[in-house]
C-alpha cells in the first residue's frame, strides 16, 4: 500500500482519494485523481505500485508491463519492480520471458521469498520440474516451510508439484 507521508500536500490527499477510489474498485476516478499530482511526484514508488495493481485488476497486463518497467527505473533496489514485471509477463503467457527476467535477480534479492516462489510457479507452466522444486524450496528456507504450504495450496501454477509440496522438506 502506498505511503501518503512520501509525498507533500496537496499529492499526499489526491493519492489518498486515488487509494479511497481503487478500493472501491472504481479506477478511473483513481486515475483521475493521479493526474491531479504534480508531475515531480508522479514517478514515485507509491504511485507507480498503485497504477500497477490498478492495471492488473483491470486485466490491462501490458500496461503493468510498462509501470513495472518504470518502477525498475525509479528504485532498481527495490524486489517490487522485478516481481511485477514478471509476473505481468506471465500473465500475459510470456511465461518464459518472465522466468528469464526474474532469474536473472534472484541472487540479488535472495531474502525476498517471492522471488523463489514465482520463480517456482514460472517453471511449472514451463515444464522444469526440477527448476520448481529448487526454487520452491528456496522459498520454504526464506519465508517458512507451513506459509509456503499455505500459499502454495491453491496455487494453479504449482500444481504440477502440488502432492509434492504438501510434504516437502528444506
Given at each position: 500500500?502506498?505511503?501518503?507521508?512520501?509525498?507533500?500536500?496537496?499529492?499526499?490527499?489526491?493519492?489518498?482519494?486515488?487509494i479511497?477510489?481503487?478500493?472501491?474498485?472504481n479506477?478511473e476516478?483513481?486515475?483521475?485523481?493521479?493526474e491531479l499530482?504534480?508531475?515531480e511526484?508522479?514517478?514515485?514508488k507509491?504511485?507507480?505500485?498503485?497504477l500497477?495493481?490498478?492495471?492488473?485488476?483491470?486485466?490491462?497486463?501490458?500496461?503493468?508491463?510498462?509501470?513495472?518497467?518504470?518502477l525498475?527505473?525509479v528504485?532498481?533496489?527495490d524486489?517490487?519492480g522485478?516481481?511485477?514485471r514478471?509476473?505481468s509477463?506471465?500473465?500475459?503467457?510470456?511465461?518464459?520471458?518472465?522466468?528469464e527476467?526474474?532469474?536473472?535477480?534472484?541472487?540479488?534479492?535472495?531474502?525476498?521469498?517471492?522471488?523463489?516462489?514465482?520463480?517456482a510457479?514460472?517453471?511449472?507452466?514451463?515444464?522444469q520440474?526440477?527448476d520448481?522444486?529448487?526454487?520452491?524450496?528456496?522459498?520454504?528456507?526464506i519465508?517458512?516451510?507451513?506459509?509456503?504450504?499455505?500459499?502454495?495450496a491453491?496455487d494453479?501454477?504449482?500444481?504440477p508439484?502440488?502432492?509434492?509440496?504438501?510434504t516437502?522438506?528444506?
Amino acid at each position: 500500500m502506498p505511503h501518503l507521508k512520501t509525498l507533500p500536500p496537496p499529492d499526499c490527499h489526491y493519492l489518498s482519494s486515488a487509494i479511497g477510489w481503487a478500493g472501491l474498485g472504481n479506477f478511473e476516478e483513481a486515475e483521475a485523481e493521479l493526474e491531479l499530482i504534480s508531475k515531480e511526484h508522479r514517478r514515485t514508488k507509491e504511485i507507480l505500485s498503485l497504477l500497477w495493481d490498478m492495471k492488473g485488476k483491470n486485466g490491462r497486463w501490458d500496461q503493468a508491463v510498462e509501470i513495472a518497467e518504470e518502477l525498475i527505473v525509479v528504485e532498481p533496489e527495490d524486489p517490487e519492480g522485478w516481481i511485477y514485471r514478471s509476473f505481468s509477463l506471465h500473465e500475459l503467457h510470456r511465461t518464459r520471458e518472465a522466468w528469464e527476467n526474474l532469474v536473472r535477480v534472484a541472487n540479488r534479492f535472495s531474502d525476498c521469498w517471492t522471488i523463489p516462489y514465482n520463480l517456482a510457479c514460472y517453471a511449472c507452466q514451463l515444464d522444469q520440474l526440477e527448476d520448481a522444486r529448487n526454487w520452491i524450496l528456496r522459498a520454504m528456507i526464506i519465508e517458512g516451510v507451513e506459509e509456503i504450504r499455505r500459499r502454495s495450496a491453491d496455487d494453479p501454477d504449482l500444481t504440477p508439484l502440488a502432492e509434492e509440496i504438501r510434504t516437502m522438506e528444506p
